[in-house]
Nanobody
Framework: QVQLVESGGGLVQPGGSLRLSCAASGRRDNINAMGWYRQAPGKQRELVATINNGGNTKYADSVKGRFTISRDNAKNMLYLKMNSLKPEDTAVYYC?????????????WGQGTQVTVAS
C-alpha cells in the first residue's frame, strides 16, 4: 500500500502561481511513476503531468510551458509548480502513484487539494 497526501492548494488570482506537494508513504519501493491529475466540476478527471523513475516527464497540452512536475526521491515528495494560472485551471488536483508488484499494476490516489483561480 502507498499513501499519498497532497497540500498546497488554495485561491489564487489569474496569472499567479502555486506549488502543490504530495507526500508519499508506505511501500514506495515499487513505485514506477507518479503524476498529477485534476477534476473540474462536471468534468472527468484528466491527466496534468507525470514523471517516471527515469525522470521523464509528460504534460497535458493545456499546461505545457506553465506547469512543472518534479520529484524529490530522498524526501518521498512529488511537486507541481504552476505558473501563469488561468481560471480554467480551477479543479481538485490529485496526486497519483503507479506501482508494480508481482507483475500486477496498482494505482494509488491522494484525497485531492482544491485549486481555485479567480480574481
Amino acid at each position: 500500500q502507498v499513501q499519498l497526501v497532497e497540500s498546497g492548494g488554495g485561491l489564487v488570482q489569474p496569472g499567479g502561481s502555486l506549488r502543490l506537494s504530495c507526500a508519499a508513504s508506505g511501500r514506495r519501493d515499487n513505485i514506477n511513476a507518479m503524476g498529477w491529475y485534476r477534476q473540474a466540476p462536471g468534468k472527468q478527471r484528466e491527466l496534468v503531468a507525470t514523471i517516471n523513475n527515469g525522470g521523464n516527464t509528460k504534460y497535458a497540452d493545456s499546461v505545457k510551458g506553465r506547469f512543472t512536475i518534479s520529484r524529490d526521491n530522498a524526501k518521498n515528495m512529488l511537486y507541481l509548480k504552476m505558473n501563469s494560472l488561468k481560471p480554467e485551471d480551477t479543479a481538485v488536483y490529485y496526486c497519483n502513484a503507479i506501482s508494480v508488484e508481482m507483475l500486477v499494476e496498482y494505482k494509488y490516489w491522494g484525497q485531492g487539494t482544491q485549486v481555485t483561480v479567480a480574481s
